[in-house]
């Protein structure tokens, strides 16, 4: 499923990228680069932004606003599995084959991002490996980052089985 409704408005600046956590202390010759691949973008209450399964071809970092990750299960439906909010990096599955979403994300409440198309991007990496890596590095802090909350969220929950 494509964005929906979605106000699209001019590139991001290099300026406004090194603002976000995710680029910080990139060199700026990068995050010029960077930005040409990319859109801000308004999200309303409620808006699908990405579905469980569908093709990952964007990359999202979340200025303001919350967003809710959930997966769909069997005879129960939607789940939510986490919520981001401001300053969030949003979606890592664009970044390796199948290029498939392993969840969904709606905004719970209005939010704004910059949007990055996934292909763009994925040539820009593999033109320059040194951006390439970068890039890969701060994704895998992201996962895990996401790993980590999740197993937090298992122990808390008492999910886990003692083991005999």
């Known amino acids: 499923m494509n964005v929906m409704n979605t106000v699209r408005s001019r590139p991001p600046t290099a300026a406004l990228l090194a603002d976000h956590p995710f680029f910080s202390e ?3 010759a990068s995050l010029r680069r960077v930005a040409t691949h990319a ?16 093709v990952a071809d964007r990359f999202f970092l979340l200025r303001h606003g919350r967003v809710r990750l959930d997966m769909e299960i069997a005879g129960r439906g939607p789940v939510a599995v986490e ?31 910059v949007v990055f198309d996934a292909t763009a991007m994925r040539l820009l990496m593999d033109a ?9 590095r701060r994704l895998a802090a992201v996962m895990f980052d996401r790993l980590e909350a999740t197993r937090a ?12």
Not at 85 to 106: E, I, K, N
């Open 39 to 54: 859109y801000r973008a308004e999200f309303a209450a409620g808006e699908t932004i990405f579905v469980e399964g569908g």
């Open 83 to 113: 919520y981001l909010g401001a300053d969030a990096a949003l979606g890592w599955s664009w970044l390796l084959p199948p290029h498939r979403w392993h969840l969904g994300a709606v905004a719970v409440e209005r939010t704004s991002a």
């Open 128 to 136: 320059d490996p040194v951006l390439g890596y970068e890039l890969t």
């Open 153 to 164: 969220r298992l122990v808390a929950d008492d999910v886990l089985v003692k083991l005999p």
């Open 26 to 28: 990139m060199p700026l």
